[in-house]
């Protein structure tokens, strides 16, 4: 029988069936139908034919997986049952009513009517990130994510001379002329070539006199491809972005051919070369456009972090290079390794340094000088390129963690044995080391018995687990996103401690319970579920949620670098469509169904 009004309108208030007009909602309405269960009753078991979309008006579902492990606990106004008729496979989960609930079933036919039909369904039910996700080619973007903000610029009355001196301090091959009304031109150094050296000009006089008034324009929407088009065919070499008078910036031949050419590997290559931190520092500055290039063109985010890592670490290799050339061969074999986001590859838009040292057991008191001075050179060399010294110090340069591998062994071996506060903090920030520079045989032996130590220690990996779930998603009343109540970032969603800490924390201990070598997070996620600690169906769940809330802070991050502003990691739900908080809420439900698993000891399955 059609559902009842009250029915109907509680419908009409749940995404994405408040797009339905009137007529179409009650239609719908007519479809489905509703049904109550008790406490205790199965919807539907694994290995069962799922022949309807279910909607939650009143009541509470628990989903488990193939092992009995909850995977999410569902509300009023949540949805179930789709995962299997989208792929058209038996269900994968079990749904169990927990408390007293009314629900709305939706037949599979008319679930796929809708989507068929109506934009806005279509659009909620595809799990796949949006098309704008996919990869772009570099002309398929607009002038304004490629172009050169701010642009030097200069008055009509600046005198040759003048203009030609700005031109060369700040290395740029041309120069926008502007008044009070807006922009009036430009003069590049080929105006300079051919029409004040070549015709032997004053250069005492205005730059207005050299000046090309007449030249080809693009808004910031247009795309690159009109960029190509324009230079190609009168041959020109600079094309300046304006908006009704106003000058926004300009795209060069030289930012075309860096951008074709911009890559972690173009970044590394001139970080390699770099003689001092000041010309490495000069090519770690990019790195913010290498980020917001590398988003818009749909690449994944565990690549972009990837890539931009490994600008860090060869610029950790140059300055170690750089400082045994000023300080001379070490005197014994030692290691540099990196951990935080470093150490997992997972650097994004914004990062300090966390390092260490380990000393082969022959350094002597007279050797320990040269590796102070030698981390101090890294350190401060790293601060310059823009990795900001760590504010808890937990760097090469503090002399505890710059020490003989014999006593490296001693902290892993006290960390584990009495875990207090301290060192579960210690623990889970070095349990993500990765070597940078030097003897690898310092470390390997190290991590295999730590990592044999550490899985075996019951009471270790207990006060871990506690300590990973410090770090709680942004859920609150009903599984609804719960923002920043106060301060700077009140409304805010901190994507980085409520996001993708917690994963980092999960990915942890799945390294810790399995023996796992990874550091990477994906990595370990992967590894887990192959080595049979996460599940098949909850690890695809959970490295689904991942992607998505790893993604979102890398788009967040791109978008204000475009606007001028330094990337954070608090981000304002509203800003959001109804589609991208819907699925980032249901990445956050994952996260912490998965969190619950860990904590009632049901994380592990070996």
């Not at 172009?147 to 005198?159: A, F, G, L, R």
């Not at 009070?180 to 300079?192: A, N, W």
């Not at 967040?556 to 001028?564: E, T, V």
Request: with cysteine.
């Amino acid at each position: 029988m059609p559902l009842p009004p009250p029915l109907i309108q509680f419908l009409a208030s749940v995404h994405p069936y408040d797009t339905l007009s009137s007529a179409d909602l009650e239609a719908l309405a007519d479809l489905c139908e509703a049904k109550s269960y008790a406490p205790g009753e199965t919807v539907f078991a694994l290995g069962d034919k799922v022949t309807d979309l279910i909607i939650i008006n009143e009541g509470e579902i628990e989903i488990t997986d193939e092992v009995d492990v909850q995977l999410s606990i569902l509300g009023p106004r949540n949805s179930f049952g789709e995962r299997a008729l989208l792929r058209g496979e038996l269900a994968s989960r079990t749904a169990t009513v927990t408390a007293q609930a009314t629900l709305i079933l939706m037949p599979a036919a008319t679930l796929f009517a809708l989507i068929e039909k109506q934009p806005a369904v279509s659009k909620f039910f595809d799990r796949r990130r949006p098309a704008g996700r996919q990869k772009k080619d570099l002309t398929t973007l607009s002038v304004g994510q490629l172009m050169t903000h701010d642009p030097v610029t200069c008055t009509p009355d600046t005198t040759i001379r003048d203009a030609a001196a700005m031109m060369h301090e700040a290395q740029i091959s041309s120069i926008c002329i502007t008044d009070v009304e807006g922009f009036k031109g430009i003069v590049t150094v080929r105006d300079m070539t051919g029409r004040v050296v070549a015709r032997g000009a004053d250069i005492s006089g205005p730059v207005s006199e050299v000046m090309t008034t007449e030249c080809l324009t693009l808004g910031p929407k247009a795309l690159v491809t009109d960029v190509l088009h324009l230079m190609v065919e009168p041959g020109i070499g600079h094309i300046p972005v304006v908006e009704g008078t106003d000058i926004l910036g300009i795209v060069t031949q030289t930012d075309l051919t860096r951008a074709q050419a911009m890559s972690s590997a173009d970044l590394v290559r001139r970080v390699a070369r770099s003689k001092d931190a000041g010309t490495m520092a000069r090519a770690t500055a990019e790195i913010p456009q290498l980020l917001v290039q590398l988003v818009d063109t749909g690449n994944r985010h565990e690549v972009i972090t990837r890539l931009i890592t490994d600008i860090a670490d060869t610029a950790t290799r140059r300055l170690l290079t750089l400082a045994e050339a000023q300080l001379g061969s070490a005197p014994v074999p030692y290691l540099w390794l990196a951990c935080g986001s470093q150490g997992r590859q997972e650097q994004a838009g914004v990062s300090d340094q966390d390092n260490c040292l380990i000393l082969s057991d022959a350094v002597t008191d007279a050797d320990l000088p040269y590796f102070e001075a030698l981390a101090k050179y890294v350190c401060d060399g790293l601060d310059a390129c823009g990795y900001f010294h760590c504010p808890g110090d937990m760097m090469a340069s503090n002399p505890r963690w710059r020490q003989p591998l014999k006593v490296w062994r001693g902290y892993f071996e006290g960390w584990i044995k009495k875990p207090n506060p301290e060192a579960q903090m210690l623990a889970s920030v070095m349990f993500d080391l990765r070597p940078i520079g030097g003897d690898e045989s310092l470390w390997a032996k190290l991590h295999e018995d730590t990592l044999k130590a550490a899985s075996a220690n019951s009471i270790f990996t207990a006060h871990m687990i506690a300590n990973a779930l410090k770090h709680q998603p942004p859920l609150g009343l009903l599984r609804g996103l719960a923002t920043i109540r106060s301060g700077e970032h009140r409304n805010h969603l901190d994507l980085k401690h409520n996001g993708v800490v917690p994963v980092v924390d999960l990915g942890r201990i799945y390294t810790l319970q399995g023996q796992l070598r990874p550091a990477n997070t994906r990595a370990r996620l992967e590894a887990a579920i192959k080595a049979g600690f996460l599940s098949r169906s909850g690890g695809a769940d959970l490295l689904d949620a991942y992607d998505l809330i790893a993604t979102t802070r890398l788009e967040h991050q791109a978008s204000q670098i475009k606007a001028g502003e330094k990337p954070g990691n608090h981000l304002d739900p509203s800003s959001l469509s109804d589609f991208e908080r819907s699925h980032l809420r249901d990445a956050f439900v994952v996260v912490k169904t998965m969190q619950s698993a860990v904590g009632s000891g049901k994380g592990a399955l070996g």
